[in-house]
């Protein structure tokens, strides 16, 4: 583990953090630890990329830190509110927006308009608010003219940003999605990349795609079998050759020493 | 993929203009009771008041025919037998070791027109509404919530569903796997429909995630808002008057 997350875990929890983890630890049900005294804060507005290998407990650390696994060890703290008292957890989803791996567990609806009116419905704003906020969403993703198209019969991109549509509609204050190039061509990627970094709600953004990190986060944090072992300025992090061979990881191409220099980057 | 509620249309039309809370009661009495008929020529006259109610929604002949068509040949693989099965004292016809009943005849011809009528009806509701608008019309006519979100979402997952299996049939295909009739064939089916079965499980998991993530607390909610007119009220009296009528002529017949 860095110095730097080190010196975090032994700060008392501040409450104008976006994002305050200390020694979370969770497991399934007759299962091994999934994760294992993770700790780690976001700033409001910070970019922070979750790197690691399959099985790491990227997914699982969302599902924890958005209410939907019970924390049992460790304490949780997203926007205030504390996931383990049951009515702030109530009030999480209109701070905290998951955007999942697989866009189709997420799209259910008939149509796209009442897929991305779902969240902000549930909240209970009124009808003209939801209307509202549904166009701005669809506005940001760049689907406005979409809204009675069916969610099934879209592209992966498109059902992807329908996807971060629905979570945008409900004005998070902390995003986190988990995996979001996979299944996108590269067309669909670089628009996807445009858009997360023109979102500046506080983001956590867990990846295979370490090239999709390097140009969206600031911060790079390494999660291997549960646990941080790396946290640090994204640069230090993913050109840390060491580091990330260990960790079933690798530097990404624009980042690694070129001896014949094909890009300026 | 096409299936019976794909590509629903939603056309414009006399009955798309109806408050769906009015129109869902006044179909599901409709079916109740067309389900509930016996003879040949109440089943038809529920058949000829079903494509009635089609021509009142502007559904698309083409799609319309296609959908039936589907359920037409499945029926046919179970009505075809009946007039060599069923028989009572009536008149029959000798066609070499076999016996075409007259009333065999009639049983398969009131199923087929029964199922054809019933299809007919669910495809009215499901096209001339939102469906979105006919869950939240079936929420407030006191349907269970729990009914209403199991409609919702097995709208949605039959094609997430559909499409896994045949990613799955393709993998099969590609490997050579030929249905035939095997042992290996029927184990192969058997793994197969296993798999579907995880995989829905697992995806169910991840859904039932996705929608607590939105804030989903277990009431269903829409935008859609009802306001009862004359219309309605009007189609709703015509419909289950029809229905009524039905029973009565076959309760006096």
């Known amino acids: 583990m860095s110095q730097d997350t080190t010196a975090r875990q032994n700060l008392p929890m501040q409450p104008e953090l976006a994002i305050g983890v200390q020694n979370l630890t969770f497991a399934y049900p007759g299962g091994p630890v999934a994760l294992d005294h993770v700790s780690f804060e976001a700033d409001p507005g910070e970019s922070i990329g979750l790197v690691g290998p399959n099985g790491a407990g990227k997914t699982t650390l969302f599902l924890c830190l958005s209410g939907v696994l019970p924390v049992k060890k460790g304490s949780v703290q997203l926007a205030g509110l504390d996931p383990t008292d049951a009515a702030q957890r109530r009030a999480l989803p209109a701070k905290a927006g998951i955007v999942f791996q697989n866009s189709d567990d997420q799209l259910f609806n008939a149509t796209v308009f009442d897929d991305v009116a779902f969240g902000p419905l549930n909240l209970g704003y009124p009808v003209h608010e939801v209307k509202q906020r549904v166009a701005e969403a669809l506005a940001q993703v760049g689907l406005t003219g979409f809204e009675q198209r069916v969610p099934f019969h879209l592209s992966g991109g498109e059902k992807r940003r329908v996807a971060l549509a629905g979570v945008l509609a409900m004005r998070p204050e902390i995003l986190f999605l988990d995996e979001p190039s996979s299944y996108l061509d590269p067309r669909s990627r670089r628009e996807l990349i445009r858009l997360i970094n023109n979102l500046t709600v506080t983001k956590v953004v867990a990846a295979h795609d370490l090239e999709l990190v390097r140009e969206t986060c600031r911060r790079v944090l390494v999660l291997d079998g549960g646990r941080i072992v790396g946290d640090g300025p994204m640069r230090t992090i993913l050109a840390d050759a060491r580091l990330m061979e260990e960790h079933g990881l690798e530097v990404p191409h624009s980042l690694t020493r070129h001896v014949d220099k094909h890009h300026e980057d | 993929m096409t299936l019976a509620l794909d590509h629903l249309p939603y056309p414009d039309s ?189 995806r169910a998991e991840r859904v039932g995630h996705a929608m607590r993530c939105r804030g989903f607390d277990g009431r269903f909610r829409s935008l859609a808002e009802f306001r009862t007119t004359t219309a309605d009220c009007l189609f709703f009296v015509l419909l289950v008057g029809g229905a009524a009528l039905l029973l009565l002529i076959e309760f006096l017949g």
Request: glycine share 6%; hydrophobic share 60%; net charge positive.
């Open chain 2, 14 to 202: 006399l009955l798309s203009r109806l408050d769906p809370r009015w129109k869902l009661a006044a179909l599901a009495l409709a079916t109740l009771s067309v389900a509930l008929l016996h003879t040949l020529t109440a089943a038809a006259l529920a058949m000829a008041g079903a494509l009635l109610l089609v021509a009142l929604a502007a559904l698309p002949l083409q799609w319309y025919l296609y959908r039936l068509s589907g359920l037409a040949l499945f029926l046919l693989l179970f009505v075809v037998v009946l007039p060599f099965i069923l028989h009572d004292e009536g008149p029959s016809l000798p066609l070499g070791s076999l016996r075409l009943s007259w009333y065999g005849l009639r049983v398969a011809a009131l199923l087929s027109l029964k199922a054809l009528a019933l299809l007919t009806l669910v495809l009215v509701g499901l096209t001339t509404s939102s469906l979105s608008a006919t869950l939240k019309a079936a929420r407030s006519l006191h349907v269970p919530g729990l009914l209403v979100q199991l409609a919702m979402l097995s709208y949605r997952y039959i094609f997430v569903l559909g499409a896994e299996l045949s990613r799955l049939r393709i993998a099969l295909r590609v490997r050579g796997f030929r249905n035939r009739a095997s042992k290996h064939s029927y184990q192969t089916i058997g793994h197969v429909a296993g798999a579907l079965l995880v995989r829905g499980y697992e």
